[in-house]
């Protein structure tokens, strides 16, 4: 419900610019140029209101989610929350260009499982090269072989604004419980 609320806040902003512009009544003639023309220092600044005002909501959604599993986040400078919940064997973080083996189960914050990878079954990614979700793949750097944790991702971290066009809607903060099995 609150993706739907943040949507159409959304589309009423764009649509109330888009009002605007088509009001300009010193030019009744636009060119593709104009209306191409950085937006204005007032358009600008309501943009920006916006997606904080955006931020806020989906930053306390998340926080919330968090808060009712009783879960002790770390928030990262992105806005990635981690919470490693059991600690394994390994003794090295994986860095750039390593390959992370992973196991994970992912979901919507609804609680909708989107996918399983098992570890019999592992998905193995390079850092830095391999196209995973940021989120991801800034999660599994907090961790070492072994560890299993909770991620949550903001839309910005996952699937952002359109989603995968098969199960991830747009707009989707996503939940991983993850495993990383090996660093190499």
């Known amino acids: 419900m609150l993706q739907i609320i943040l949507f159409i806040k959304s ?3 764009i649509l109330f610019f888009a009002f605007l512009f088509s009001c300009n009544s010193s030019k009744t003639n636009p060119r593709a140029a104009d209306l191409m023309s950085p937006p204005s220092d007032s358009m ?8 904080r005002q955006e931020m806020q909501i989906e930053s306390a959604e998340i926080d919330a989610f968090a808060k009712k599993r009783n879960w002790n986040m770390n928030t990262t400078g992105t806005g990635l929350r981690y919470e490693i919940y059991y600690h394994g064997t390994g003794n090295v973080f994986p860095k750039k260009e390593d390959f992370a083996t992973v196991a994970y ?6 609680g909708t499982l ?6 019999d079954k592992p998905e193995i990614f390079q850092l ?3 196209p995973v979700p940021h989120g991801l793949e800034e999660g599994v750097t907090y961790m070492k072989a072994g560890d299993k944790a909770h991620l949550l991702l903001p839309k910005h971290l996952g699937y952002g604004l359109v989603g995968d066009d098969k199960k991830i809607p747009y707009n989707s903060i996503l939940y991983y419980d993850v495993e990383l099995l090996s660093v190499k």
């Open 44 to 51: 600008k600044e309501a943009m920006i209101k916006n997606n």
């Open 11 to 13: 589309s009423a902003v």
């Open 114 to 119: 989107i996918s399983k990878v098992t570890a």
């Open 128 to 130: 830095s090269k391999t």
């Open 105 to 110: 189960s992912l979901y919507l914050i609804d």
